[in-house]
């Protein structure tokens, strides 16, 4: 474990240290869990949890960049359960979405009205992989991501998950030039969100792989095919092809499951996706989603 720790921050995303990545790898995948269940911890009071629980989830965010909670809190509407949550991982600072409550916390559910109802997130329609926050500029990175279930759906509501050093390791044991290809910064351009003739939001480009100053890897990635620019070059376009190919075919890498009341996920914004769901009068799905620019247990 300390290997993975010791090595992160040194040379194991870098293409011409190959014995640093090799190192890297062996120890990554030596320790990373074989089933979702192995990264379930149960915790007493999400509100205050105990050394114990709280080591068990930075250890499982340190082996796979994601843990999963699962408290009594159940269907308990309080925004303080993931808030208090993310703070004693040491996620301070959200993102705050234009879409979200002012509070920087989005309550995910599906929107019968409204500007939110245009966006995916509040529908009941599936989303294909992707890590949060793709189009935000570089100083506004989301690094980690926290969802805490309040409700579930009647039916359907899965995530999949990826953790996104598995896909980095899986690209570059392919072709080390398709991990080259998606670190160049124009890489990924997400076109300018334009409103009546007003720029909403500016076009930002982007790497797909980069490396923070805390030696840690990032993924700013999406399958949407709408309203995104990939570079056009033939070594892009190779790599995206590999990436496409290696999400749309399971692997033992990929989790699968779904949030109950009182469960919530907390990532280092790994990959991930959801599936379509049907809500029920007893059970409208409701999840709250907090990003953050920290990444887990960072301070
Ligand atoms: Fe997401």
Request: with cysteine; hydrophobic share 40%; glycine share 8%.
């Amino acid at each position: 474990m300390n290997l993975l720790a010791e090595t992160r921050a040194g040379a194991a995303f870098a293409l011409e240290d190959a014995a640093a990545y090799q190192e890297w790898r062996a120890a990554k995948l030596a320790h990373f869990p074989g089933t979702l269940a192995e990264l379930v911890v149960e915790v007493r009071d999400p509100r205050a949890l105990s050394a114990a629980e709280k080591q068990a989830l930075l250890e499982r965010c340190m082996r796979a960049n994601m843990a999963v909670y699962a408290s009594a809190a159940g269907d308990d509407p309080d925004k303080e359960i993931p808030r208090r949550i993310g703070l004693q991982l040491g996620l301070r600072e959200l993102d705050p979405n234009y879409l979200a409550d002012d509070d920087g916390i989005s309550p995910l559910t599906v929107a019968e009205h409204g500007t939110r109802g245009e966006f995916i997130p509040y529908t009941n329609r599936g989303i294909k992989w992707h890590t949060d926050g793709y189009y935000n500029p570089g100083e506004r990175t989301v690094r980690a991501v926290l969802l805490h279930c309040v409700q579930r759906a009647e039916s359907g509501g899965e995530n999949e998950l990826l953790d996104h050093e598995i896909a980095y390791i899986r690209l570059r044991d392919l072709n080390p030039q398709h991990v080259r290809a998606l670190m160049a910064p124009d890489a990924l351009t997400i076109p300018a969100r334009i409103e009546d003739g007003r720029i909403e939001r500016p076009a930002q480009s982007g790497p797909v792989f980069s490396v923070d100053a805390g030696g840690f890897l990032h993924m700013r990635y999406t399958a949407r095919a709408l309203s995104i620019q990939w570079k056009q070059d033939a070594a892009t376009q190779a790599a995206l092809a590999a990436l496409e190919d290696l999400l749309a075919t399971g692997s033992p890498w990929v989790f699968r499951g779904r949030l109950e009341p009182g469960m919530g996920l907390v990532s280092n914004n790994v990959l991930h996706t959801r599936t379509p769901f049907a809500d029920s009068p007893a059970h409208r799905r409701l999840i709250y989603r907090a990003r953050y620019y920290q990444r887990i247990g960072a301070g």
